[in-house]
């Protein structure tokens, strides 16, 4: 299973761009690359999925090297509201005994 | 999208007693549930991995006579916390797999308080 190094915390100011950056240097071929946002008590949400390049939706973007040894989680404009702690999760659950280890974590602050 | 519910949302207990926790997917069917638990500022932890039909892959160091999990159906999966002691507090949320590699859906998490 591919393990995931991400900056314990991370603080920003409303409005700006925030990038959070991972490392899975033992990606396999098959793995998917997965952004999830969890508050307090709740579980965890999908912010957006990738495998290679750069892939875009209305909440986020992910940015992945040729190599696909770290992703880049790029949440525009940040808001109060995106206050929480964000994981990257690396794996593939189309194969057998396929399953998805959850890293320590980003806890991103956004300040007024 | 997907939805995956859990219940109950919170439940508190007597030490001794045992908690079952339900975890369904609404709106698609699951050939694969997980289940995590998750204690205060920590990350989630991978507890066991649960087919349709078949007996459930535990984590090592998780206990699976302590933590009976049964998968009978593609749309519901249950936790069952045996003898529950103050120790097994914890958040507990489970997700779900159609088996596609791209698909894995969270629940919201049940808060287990074992008094």
């Known amino acids: 299973l591919a393990k995931t190094t991400q900056p314990i915390s991370m603080d920003s100011y409303e409005g700006q761009e925030v990038n959070i950056t991972c490392s899975h240097n033992?990606?396999?071929?098959?793995?998917?690359i997965t952004w999830y946002q969890q508050f307090p008590s709740q579980g965890p949400r999908f912010i957006i999925q990738?495998?290679?390049t750069k892939v875009t939706n209305e909440v986020a973007s992910l940015f992945i090297p040729a190599d696909r040894k770290s992703s880049t989680l790029s949440l525009p404009r940040v808001s109060l509201s995106d206050t929480a702690v964000y994981y990257c999760?690396?794996?593939?659950?189309?194969?057998?005994?396929?399953?998805?280890?959850f890293g320590q974590g980003t806890e991103l602050s956004v300040k007024p | 999208g997907a939805v995956v519910s859990q219940h109950p949302s919170w439940v508190i207990c007597k030490s001794g007693t045992s908690v079952k926790i339900e975890c369904r997917s609404l709106?698609?069917?699951?050939?694969?549930m997980f289940w995590y638990r998750q204690f205060p500022k920590k990350s989630l932890m991978l507890m066991a991995t649960?087919?349709?039909?078949?007996?459930?892959?535990?984590e090592q160091g998780v206990e699976k006579d302590k933590f009976l999990i049964n998968h009978a159906s593609l749309t519901l999966s249950t936790l069952t916390v045996t003898s529950a002691h103050p120790e097994d507090s914890s958040f507990y949320i489970c997700?779900?797999?159609?088996?596609?590699?791209?698909?894995?859906?969270f629940g919201p998490g049940t808060r287990l308080t074992v008094l």
């Open positions: 649960s087919n349709e039909g078949s007996k459930a892959t535990y």
């Open positions: 997700s779900a797999s159609d088996g596609r590699a791209d698909e894995q859906f």
């Open positions: 033992n990606i396999a071929t098959n793995d998917y």
């Open positions: 999760l690396v794996g593939d659950l189309s194969r057998k005994g396929g399953k998805l280890i």
């Open positions: 709106d698609f069917q699951a050939t694969t």
């Open positions: 990738g495998y290679k």
